[in-house]
């Protein structure tokens, strides 16, 4: 009698985030055949963040955190891990809206390229609604980047609660140098990191500079031979540039790379609205809403071309008349 062939299995594909997670899921929760407590011994992520990781809910590197657990399933199950980058559309930011490369977003995006790259420290300032935070996020898309906003009301404590949470660390209960000690240690086994502060001039005070301390200090202890293990990028609005020079000096000359936003030129504004249709009067508002210098910026000029194709749909038409543009602008507060 015939030997029946015998078939060998093709190996286990996973192409997505999603399936990981759920294969992860089942490992860890369905089978239990291991524990996330083993799982975070093998990679170089704790316990919660990979339990986030799981179920969806982790905000911070999701790109460093599927790499390593991608490798770790890959290496238990035999499995082959093969998942694509999630790229958007051709001009298009992975949220809503359209990313522009405008020469700030170039500026911004090479600041934060370059301190990641040589470990260096660096500042951008602008004036609100210049793109610099859109551009710092769409940045913090990248592998082994953590960005952080802050405001008035953050403590020492709270800035650093939120970089542990940013980098997937535990929240330490210990003091503020315990906690700056396993920041650090976390950067320096995991070399190349970017922290990206933004609204950092929220962090200064007439009163302390403490916040920004913390900052420096976490950059210092993480140099070795001159060299750091991780980048640092603080953003804010103008004035934080001269508050750092006059009253950090340790900061300011550590600072070796820097982008001063200055806003759309009109050639710009004309590339950016090329693929709309609109009449006169109505596109010589839309360039004065983004290049005016006491009102304008390109998050007025993006807003209001959201309202306009909101009026625009709902009656059918294309064009952008100076009608639609009232209607559009009566949403606003101008």
């Not at 093998?42 to 911070?60: A, D, L, Q």
């Not at 238990?76 to 522009?100: H, K, L, M, N, Q």
């Not at 009109?266 to 839309?286: C, G, I, M, N």
Request: with cysteine; aromatic share 8%; net charge neutral.
């Amino acid at each position: 009698m015939a030997a029946l062939a015998v078939m060998e299995r093709p190996a286990e594909r996973i192409t997505s985030r999603k399936e990981l997670a759920a294969r992860l899921f089942d490992l860890t929760q369905v089978q239990k055949t291991v524990t996330i407590q083993q799982i975070s011994r093998e990679v170089p992520y704790s316990r919660p963040t990979i339990s986030k990781f799981i179920s969806g809910m982790y905000k911070g590197d999701e790109k460093g955190v599927e790499e390593q657990l991608a490798k770790w399933y890959a290496n238990y199950t035999g499995a082959e891990v093969d998942i694509s980058p999630e790229i958007p559309p051709e001009g298009r930011s992975a949220g809503r809206g359209r990313f522009y490369a405008s020469r700030d977003a170039k500026a911004v995006l090479g600041v934060c390229q370059s301190c990641q790259e040589y470990g260096e420290m660096g500042i951008v300032t602008g004036r609100s609604g210049y793109g610099k935070t859109y551009a710092l996020r769409r940045y913090a898309k990248s592998s082994k980047t953590a960005y952080i906003e802050c405001d008035t009301t953050m403590s020492p404590r709270d800035l650093l609660k939120e970089l542990e949470r940013v980098l997937g660390l535990p929240s330490r209960n210990g003091t503020n140098h315990d906690r700056v000690k396993g920041i650090v240690e976390f950067l320096t086994v995991n070399p190349g990191w970017l922290l990206i502060v933004d609204e950092a001039d929220k962090l200064i005070s007439r009163y302390t500079y403490n916040k920004m301390e913390i900052l420096r200090s976490i950059f210092d202890h993480c140099c070795e031979d001159g060299y750091s293990s991780c980048g640092i990028v603080v953003a804010g609005e103008p004035g934080l540039e001269a508050q750092i020079e006059t009253y950090l000096d340790r900061y300011a000359n550590r600072t070796i790379f820097r982008a001063k936003l200055g806003g759309l030129n009109e050639a710009e504004v004309e590339e950016y609205l090329a693929d709309r249709t609109a009449e006169p009067e109505a596109l010589a508002e839309l360039k004065a809403r983004a290049l005016n210098k006491r009102t304008g910026c390109f998050r007025l000029l993006d807003r209001t071309l959201r309202n306009v194709g909101r009026v625009l749909e709902s009656g059918g038409g294309e064009i952008i008349t100076a009608k639609a543009l009232a209607q559009a602008s009566s949403m606003m507060m101008l």
